[in-house]
């Protein structure tokens, strides 16, 4: 083999080791891209885990109405745990909860998990939303459950728009200056003018 084929081998195997080198950095177990998180809240106290926790508010910011905890909550326990409170520390709302079905509190089953918020899930709702939790805004929420006690976090506050207008609240009032909704049930005609003539 020349010279010339000799050192075009050497620069070859060189530039395969620096590109093989670069691309580690973008592969495997320990890719640097494996370290990035997602923004959603998530913490994990004992057996009990809470992922993807939000408070989401009404999709018009004008709206004063009813808001939203939103969370999965995950029980690696043994034994099923129900949630007993949802609270905002640093605020004077309260979170009411119901169960997906009947009447009950919302039960985490053992080895299983809970979604909160959503068509056909539990629920959360923060009655005085407009007022308890600004957009844009990271807000303490403190899930307390029956065995694990309270876990708490932080909780991005996003309106009820594009990914998070299926998880938001089921009540959304009219923005300011629409037009208002008839109530109540429509009288015939007939039976109003009736009534006039008497």
């Known amino acids: 083999m020349s010279r010339s084929l000799r050192r075009g081998a050497l620069a070859a195997t060189a530039i395969v080791f620096s590109i093989a080198s ?12 494996l370290g990035v998180r997602p923004d959603n809240a998530a913490v994990s106290v004992d057996d009990v885990k809470i992922q993807n926790a939000l408070v989401i508010t009404q999709p018009d910011a004008a709206v004063k109405g009813p808001a939203v905890v939103s969370a999965t909550v995950f029980n690696n326990g043994s034994a099923p745990q129900t949630l007993d409170s949802i609270t905002l520390p640093g605020t004077t709302a309260t979170v009411k909860l119901k169960a997906a079905e009947g009447t009950g509190p919302i039960t985490v089953p053992a080895m299983g ?12 709702t ?8 600004k ?21 991005f506050v996003v309106p009820a728009t594009s990914y998070f207008k299926d998880f938001g609240p089921v009540e959304v009032p009219k923005p300011p200056g629409a037009e208002p909704t008839p109530t109540g049930e429509a009288t015939p005609s007939g039976e109003a003018s009736h009534e006039a003539g008497h």
């Open 22 to 33: 670069l691309s580690a950095c973008g592969a495997g177990n320990d890719a640097q891209t």
């Open 113 to 124: 998990s809970v979604i909160i918020g959503g068509k056909g899930n539990a629920s959360a």
């Open 135 to 155: 957009n844009g805004n990271a807000q303490e929420v403190v899930f307390k459950l029956s065995k694990t006690g309270d876990v708490g976090l932080q909780a």
């Open 126 to 133: 923060i009655e005085t939303g407009a007022e308890a939790a």
